[in-house]
C-alpha cells in the first residue's frame, strides 16, 4: 500500500479516536467522552479547557508542589476542586485562586485538610457539616452554591462569594447558630473585592 495512504488512514483513525479536547486530558467528566455524549459545546468545552489552564498558571505561581495535590475541573464555569493540603490556609487561598480566574462562575470546594481528629471529632464534624449546609439551603436570602464549607476539631471554616454584605452576614449568622460549632471562620469575598467581577449576581 502506497505509504501516503497508509500515513493518511492512520490520522482518520486518531481523529476518530480521539475525545473532544479537555475532556479526558483534564477530567471535566469522569470518564472518556465523545462529541455526541458531551452536553456542552465544542466552543464551551474549549472555554472550560482554559479556565483550568488558567488556574493552574496561577497555582503554579503560589508553589508548583500543589500541581500535584490539587486537582480543578471546569464544567460551563463551574469550578469544582479536589486534592489534599496541609492547612486551612491553604484551602482558602486555592479558594480565592480559583474565585479570580477569568470565566469561573461559582466554585465548589472539596479539598481535604489533613488532620488528626479521632474518629469521634471526625463524626461530630461530619454533623456540623451537615446541619450547616441544610440552613444554608432553606435560606432564600443565600445564593448557597456560592459557597463551600468545612468543620474541623468543631471549627467551622467558610469558604465562597457574597452578592453583598447583607448576604455575607446571614451565611455568618446562620453557621453561628449550628449545634456543637466552636469557631466560625469565614473567608467570603464580595463581588467588589475580587479581580475578576464577571460573576452570576442573581
Known amino acids: 500500500m502506497n505509504k501516503y495512504i497508509k500515513i493518511f488512514i492512520f490520522f482518520v483513525f486518531l481523529s476518530g479516536c480521539v475525545p473532544v479536547i479537555g475532556v479526558s486530558t483534564v477530567g471535566v467528566v469522569r470518564t472518556t467522552v465523545e462529541v455526541a455524549d458531551d452536553p456542552r459545546s465544542l466552543g464551551r468545552i474549549v472555554d472550560d479547557n482554559v ?3 488558567k ?3 496561577k497555582m503554579a505561581q503560589v508553589d508548583e508542589k500543589y500541581l500535584i495535590k490539587i ?3 471546569s464544567l460551563d464555569g463551574r469550578f469544582i476542586l479536589k486534592g489534599n493540603v496541609d492547612t486551612v490556609e491553604e484551602k482558602i487561598k486555592m479558594t480565592k485562586l480559583a474565585w479570580e480566574t477569568d470565566g469561573v462562575r461559582s466554585v465548589e470546594n472539596i479539598i481535604k485538610v489533613d488532620d488528626q481528629s479521632s474518629w469521634k471529632d471526625k463524626a461530630t464534624d461530619l454533623l456540623i457539616s451537615s446541619q450547616f449546609k441544610v440552613a444554608i439551603i432553606a435560606n432564600k436570602a443565600i445564593k448557597s452554591n456560592n459557597f463551600s464549607f468545612t468543620t474541623i476539631n468543631k471549627n467551622l471554616y467558610i469558604f465562597g462569594i457574597a452578592r453583598d454584605e447583607e ?3 446571614s451565611v455568618i449568622n446562620e453557621a453561628k447558630k449550628v449545634q456543637y460549632v466552636k ?3 469565614p473567608s467570603i469575598f464580595l463581588i467588589k473585592d475580587l479581580s475578576n467581577n464577571q460573576r452570576i449576581t442573581n
Open 55 to 57: 488556574f493552574l498558571f
Open 167 to 169: 448576604e455575607r452576614k
Open 71 to 73: 486537582s480543578a475541573n
Open 51 to 53: 479556565i483550568e489552564k
Open 183 to 185: 469557631e466560625v471562620t
